[in-house]
Structures are given as C-alpha cells and as structure tokens.
C-alpha cells in the first residue's frame, strides 16, 4: 500500500482512537467482576491483533484501509480493559500506597514495548507478522491466568500490615529495576548469535515470572495480624480523617450528621464525586488539559519515532524506541516512589512531580528540534521518563481529588487524552507539516529527509510543554490542602502530639 505520512499516521491514531472506547470499561467496571472484564479486554486483542497478524503474514489478502483502522481501534481498545481491571483493583486494594502501586503496574505497562520487542527479535529475528502474533496471544494467557487471582480485598488495616505492603511493593520494584536493565543491557551490546539470543529470551522469561513468587512466599510464610487498632484503623484514609472530623464536631454541637446532609450541593476536592461533579470542577479541567499537554506531545513522538530517526540519518530506530519505553519505565518507578515519599514527609503535592515530568519533555523536545550529533538519543531519555512520570503520577492524582467510588470511570476518561492526544499532535500537527516540508515518491508516497523535517513539531511541543508545566504548577497550588490531609492521615503520632503540645498553652 502505498501511504501518506498523514495517512500512516492515522493509521496509529486509530490505534490509539481504540482508547476513547475505554469509556466502556469505566462503566462496566462499576457493575462487572474484574473476571469479566479482563476476559472481554483479552478477546477483543485477541480478535484485532489476530487479523492483523493475518494481513500481515499474508494467510489473507491485504484489508482495505478502513477495515485496517477498525482492527487496529479493536487492538487498542483492549488495552484499556485491562488497564482498567488491573488499575482500578489494585488502587482500591492498596490505598495506602498509591504512588508505588500506580508506578509498579505503569512501570511494567511502559516495559511491555521493550519486553515484546526484545523477545520477537531474540526468538524470531524481528519478524513483524510474529510480533503481531505474540501481542494477540500472550496477553490473553495472562488475562485467563489473572481471572483466578484478580480480586477485591479489604485494604491495610493496621501498622503492621502497611508495613508489610510497603515491603512488598520494595521488593516489586526491584525486581522491575532488574527486568529494565536487563533488556537496556540486551539493546545496548548490538546484535546477539542465535544461542546468547535465546539464552537471553529464556532469562527475561524466568525475570517476568519472579514477581509471583513474592505472594506466594507471603501467603506461605506469613500472615497478616489483624490488630484493629482504633487510632490506626480511623486514620487509615484522608477522607475517612475529614469524615470523622465533621461527625465529630457535628456531635458536640449537639447536631447530627445527617442534618446537614440536605444543605450539602457538591462534595469539595478530596471527597468522591460523581461524574457529573467531577466535570464541573475548575480542577477537573486543570488535570485535563495539563495531562493533554503532556501525553499527546509524547504520542506524537512515538508514533512518528521511526520517521523522526530517518529523517536524522539513522538507519535503525529500535534503539530509540526501546529507550522511550526503558526510561519511560524508570520514570513511573521513580515517580510513583518519591511522590508518595514527599506527600508523607513534606505534605509535598503530588502534581508538581507532572510539573517536574513537564520540564523534562520541554528539554527533550529542544534537544530534538536542535537536532545535534546524538540529541535524538537524549531526547528519548527525556521524553520517556518525562511521559512516566505523567501517566504515574496522574493515576493517583485523580483518585485523591475526585474519589474512589467512580475511580474506573474518571480513569478512563482521563485517558481519553491519549487518543485526543494522538490525533492532534501526531495525526494533524506532525502528519501534516511533515507532508509539508517532503517531496512525493514515484509509488506515491512521501519522503523526508534533514533536520528540518520535524524542527517546527518539536519547537509547538515544547510551548506546549510549558503550558503543561504553569497547569500542573496551579493545581499543585489549588491542591494543597488535601495534601496536608493525606500527610496528617499518614503521620498521625505527629498531629497528636502538636495538639498535646498545643493543649498545654
């Protein structure tokens, strides 16, 4: 098929469209089991994956291109079904410990890109139609797998248990530490004989399955202890604090709580609302349009990377692609940790760490305009750790303004940037001032090549970076109080022993 810059562009925001539906499974994941939908997210891949793998290995003839853009919305689509199981359990299973949980299963997600890469290469010399053959089956096994393990539970409800969670988590991460730097070992040493390439597949493997080894040594070797201490237990969420607080002052007024219920129109930032609410908050729009900033800026960088190295004079664009995923997963690590260390220790706010992910795709995104001996290189590292850090950072974010009751929902809604995103960065900005600045091929296509080419994408990326930057920078501010609550909720010895201290004068 002979395509148009604009037109393979649009072919991955059709990908990427598939996401919008994700609206489907927020809904669904009030009112399904988390079986259920990981089952639907595992067919749907299974189906758009599967005809694609058809087309392109040739075992049928080649679709017309519309038919393509719907499998491709199909493949895309499932993702979110997943994302949204996964995410929306483990949120509401370790409230304690958003950040580590939200950077762990963004982390591994941020993997995926290298870990199917490596694995197609080292085991099938990069063949494409094998590639689209392991995105259709390998998730669908681990879906069916995760069906069995998947659920709802009660979350910590002691010291000792949030102890052990953040334990575990430690361990998790290192872990995930250890899978990164082996596949960047993998990437940076060149090619690889077909014996170290296999070696190295089975390797990856026995590194993927070692997380499932740290349950069950906690199942086998420990249990929890249920100390139902009333302090610990009262305080173990920021709303819950904010509740008991209003009932108590309520109670020694002599009033009851539910008096007040009537006179109360829309729930303040930090409580949950519905969607309706949500929408109708200045803060809701803040989040919005700041995460659009980041993530459709950092799409359109990885849907046009492999144009991006050509146009440079790179002949190969694997490694460029494998750092935005490698650093893009040290970025949800490292974000999903210090942002939660920094709300405990210091009420820090959350969204200045998409502040500080806003500065590093600005900086990624000069170097790229600058286009320097080696700027694509770092503008990868940049880019990949700054979207990281958003896609972490957001999560959490989300469920500490508007709540957990509608979480899947609000989830995926955020995520409607990602497509929205998609098609104004990558499908109408770049695809059309690339078209712009190439000449035409005689099989009717466009070519590009030279600096120029993608000088002007990357010079609107980084204003609008910056207007990411100032978003996150406001919300931080409007936000500071209900991060002083989570970091009383989370220091509860300190808060009583400033009212003892207080008490004495």
Known sequence: MALTQLQ???????????????????????????????IIGSVEGLMGYGVQWLVVSERINPLPYWQMC?????????????????????????????????????????LSTAIFTDLCTSLFSSSPSKFLLMLAIVPAIVCVAACIFLQETPPASSPSEERQEAEVFLIFNILAIVVAVYLLAFD????????LSLAFAVGLIVLLAMPLGVPLYTFLCTSRTYSFDIEHKALEDPLVVQKALLEKSKELAGVKVADFEGFK????????HNIAQ?????????????????????????????????????????????????????????????????????????????????????????????????????????????????????????SE????????????????????????????????LYDDEATKTSEGGSTCVGSHCYRLVHLI???????????????????????????????????IMGFSASAKY
């Open 8 to 38: 393979l562009n649009n072919l991955s925001v059709a990908k990427d469209i598939g996401k919008a539906f994700g609206l489907l499974s927020g809904m669904a994941s009030d009112r399904l089991s988390t079986s259920t939908i990981l």
């Open 278 to 398: 949500m929408i109708q908050t200045f803060d809701f729009w803040i989040l919005f349009v700041s995460f659009l900033c980041g993530t459709g800026t950092a799409m359109c960088v990885m849907n046009n990377m492999a144009q991006m190295g050509l146009a440079l004079g790179y002949s190969s664009v694997s490694i460029f692609i494998s750092l935005l995923s490698i650093w893009g997963f040290f970025g949800r690590i490292i974000s999903g940790l210090i942002s939660e260390y920094y709300i405990g220790k210091h009420a820090m706010p959350r969204p200045l760490w998409n502040a500080v992910a806003e500065i590093l795709m600005t900086l990624g995104y000069l170097a790229m305009a600058l286009a320097l001996p080696g700027s694509l290189y770092i503008g990868s590292i940049f880019v990949g750790m700054g979207y990281g850090f958003l896609l972490t950072v957001t999560v959490p974010v989300a």
């Open 461 to 495: 990326m980084t204003l609008a970076s910056v207007l990411g930057l100032v978003l996150n920078v406001l919300l931080a501010i409007r936000t500071k109080k209900v991060y002083t609550k989570i970091y009383e909720s989370k220091n509860p010895k300190k808060i």
């Open 188 to 195: 940076i040493t060149g090619p690889h004989g077909h014996v």
């Open 70 to 110: 719907i499998f491709l919305c199909m493949g895309g689509n499932s993702t979110t079904w997943m994302n949204t199981a996964v995410l929306v359990t483990c949120i509401r299973n370790f409230t304690k410990n958003r950040g580590p949980v939200s950077g762990i299963c963004k982390g591994y997600v941020g």
């Open 265 to 272: 129109q829309r729930p303040s930032i930090g409580e949950d």
């Open 401 to 432: 303004l508007f709540g957990l009751k509608h979480y899947g929902l609000l989830y995926n809604i955020l995520i409607l940037n990602l497509p929205l995103g998609s098609f104004l960065f990558s499908g109408l900005l770049a695809g059309y």
